[in-house]
DNA sequence: TAGATTGTTAATCGATTAACAATC
DNA sequence: TAGATTGTTAATCGATTAACAATC
């Protein structure tokens, strides 16, 4: 079937989504510094990234700037926060209250950039009923319910990897289109349901290559 | 000045670097399942990668194949993990004993792919001494000095924004190069030292601007 | 006005993919 | 042998950079 040609959808580059976030951090850190003008340049040395690659990046959304004068810096900020959707708390869930689950059931970083965890699963019935923070550990045989009933959108797992799948099953069919996995398992998802990954041992392994080993290596033994 | 063209030690793209340990982990994963032979296209299908890529990204370092019948998954493996320098076991310093600190200084995950923490630090005097799984606690005071006693060239920064810089100052005076940050902040490092960042926060704003907001958002109040 | 910096175009650079000869 | 899959080349695709007119 052809189609005349109507008013285009730009999709933008998944890259420059990955880099705005970087910069709304920056520009976070500069309003609390009280800096009230930037320019690409600037942030371009903040960031090691080229000033022509932030102009370009910000482009694809309009124009935010003042010629000769450079961006005002909680104007950027704010509309980075709108293009992002993160000028609203999304609430999450975390699944797994291992170490891990505890460190992101607290963790102070989300506020104020957009999340909030509302919920903590794990299937340990010992560890059921338990609190972390103000929340209490539910049991993962009411994960699916709960988050369709909270409408959560986002999900965490920190499950060990052998569950990790069926977490994330589960998440998705209480309505998560968004999920952040820290087990170290490719998963496999649906059309329409994004991951990302956070796997501390693919980043070091990718610093390794570059490493000259030194004389004291720990050599594996038995 | 021109020099003749001796043998041009050729550069790999980092991306393919960065590739790697997502294949050593897949292929990790394949021989503790008893899989004992595999091809780019199911390796590919598995992470959602290009069987084409696979193969342009393994033959920057040699052939370790076999036409007709493709891959054996412990020699593939195995020369992953030399590619890598994760044929051994690096000995990692972590920085900042919250919940996070706690949390990596307990991560099974390190072992047997390369890694193993063997000194924490905080600069709170009521942690000093206590013990996190078999470590103890260690002041901030001495971690340049037992960082290059230690022969440690990786660090891990898990403390508050307002410090990272310093304790990255820090772990590179005492000899370390390759540096994985949880802070949310871009660090200033000298040339040769290598950094890669982990920040939740960032990899879930970037699924948020894909995400269709519903009606039962919390909004940002006071 | 002179100086600075944006937004954008065109050129360059680099990465991915398609295709296939080689060969197990 | 027939079928399958590698390693590699060339073509394609996409991202980055350089440059500059516009303009504050």
Redesign the pocket.
């Known amino acids: 079937m052809t189609q005349k040609n109507g008013p285009v959808e730009k999709v933008i580059?998944?890259?420059?989504i990955h880099r705005l976030p970087v910069y709304l951090r920056a520009l976070d850190l500069m309003a609390r510094q009280g800096k009230r003008i930037t320019?690409?340049?600037e942030l371009g040395e903040r960031l090691g990234?080229?000033?022509?690659?932030i102009?370009?990046d910000?482009?694809h959304f309009g124009?935010?700037?003042?010629?000769?004068?450079?961006?005002d810096v909680e104007y950027l900020r704010d509309q980075l926060r709108r293009i992002l959707k993160v000028d609203r708390v999304w609430p999450m869930a975390v699944v797994g209250a291992g170490d891990l689950g505890h460190a992101l059931a607290n963790y102070k970083g989300f506020a104020n950039r957009g999340f909030q965890v509302v919920a903590v699963f794990d299937a340990d019935p010992a560890k059921i009923g338990q609190r972390i923070g103000g929340l209490v550990i539910e049991s993962m045989d009411v994960l699916t319910e709960r988050i369709a009933e909270l409408g959560i959108r986002i999900g965490i797992i920190a499950v060990p990897a052998e569950a990790a799948q069926d977490v994330a099953n589960r998440l998705i069919e209480g309505g998560v289109r968004a999920i952040l996995n820290y087990a170290p398992i490719t998963l496999s998802v649906p059309e329409g349901v994004r991951v990302e990954y956070i796997d501390p041992v693919l980043a070091l392994q990718s610093m390794t290559y570059y490493l000259e080993p030194n004389e004291v290596e720990t050599v594996v033994g038995s």
Chains 1, 2 share one sequence.
Do not use: H, M, N, W
């Open positions: 580059p998944d890259i420059v320019s690409s340049q990234i080229s000033s022509a690659q102009r370009k910000l482009s124009e935010f700037g003042k010629q000769g004068t450079g961006y």
